[in-house]
């Protein structure tokens, strides 16, 4: 089966800018999360999804973030107005049943913010 | 304070040499996981180990959940070993793991 897919897998910004992330969860998984990794950190939990719902979205800072999930296949993360602090590597990964602990994911997208 | 911290933050060996990494967590747990991230790359999981011992090769995983910790075992390094080790672990707080702060392993020819 195809892995998790994500796109662009870099980008570089102005601060103030904004930038959109994509993610195509493995067919038949209904669990997507996005994390942000910092460069030599580990990944943080930003959002997760089952299906089109939002399960936890507590640490998205929701001021500049947001992410969506409409038909509970693909997902967007974007950040309006980026700052140097959200200079970080973004995963998407995807399980097959909310609850299952083996995750999948994506290669991620690295961004830089300048 | 963090609730899973890794130890040692990097490390250098000669190929040959083994490994022993460690992971403590602060807080209860219902599973613990070990991934491994090449520089630039997606994370590909190890274990999924909740407790006991699991063997994979030249890699050994052993959770003890009465002393919050668990390890990873590399024996016989070699070069391709090179990259990041991360733990995670849920908490029974839903579906999210919570990951360490990573290892950085560097194997030498």
């Known amino acids: 089966e195809a892995g998790v897919t994500q796109s662009p897998r870099y980008a570089v910004l102005q601060e103030g800018q904004a930038v959109s992330f994509w993610c195509d969860p493995i067919?038949?998984?209904?669990?997507l999360y996005w994390y942000q990794q910092p460069r030599d950190q580990g990944p943080q939990l930003l959002v997760y999804?089952?299906?089109?719902?939002?399960?936890?979205n507590s640490q998205l800072p929701s001021d500049r973030f947001s992410a969506v999930r409409p038909k509970g296949t693909n997902s967007t993360l974007k950040i309006q107005s980026a700052k140097q602090g959200d200079t970080a590597t973004y995963l998407c990964?995807?399980?097959?049943?909310?609850?299952?602990?083996?995750?999948?994911f994506g290669a991620g997208t690295r961004l830089s913010v300048l | 304070g963090q609730q899973v911290q890794q130890s040692p933050a990097s490390l250098v060996l000669q190929e040959g040499e083994n490994a022993e990494l460690q992971c403590n967590f602060s807080t209860s747990l219902n599973s613990m996981q070990w991934f491994y991230q090449r520089p630039g790359g997606s994370l590909v999981s190890l274990f999924y180990n909740p407790s006991g011992t699991k063997h994979s090769g030249r890699l050994t995983s052993t959770t003890v959940i009465k002393e919050r910790r668990s390890s990873l075992h590399i024996s016989s390094s070699q070069t391709t070993d090179s990259g990041t080790y991360l733990c995670a672990l849920n908490n029974n707080a839903g579906a999210k793991l919570t990951f360490g702060g990573g290892t950085r392993l560097t194997v030498r020819p």
């Open positions: 999804f089952r299906d089109e719902a939002v399960i936890d």
């Open positions: 990964a995807s399980s097959r049943r909310l609850g299952q602990n083996t995750l999948y």
């Open positions: 067919s038949g998984h209904d669990t």
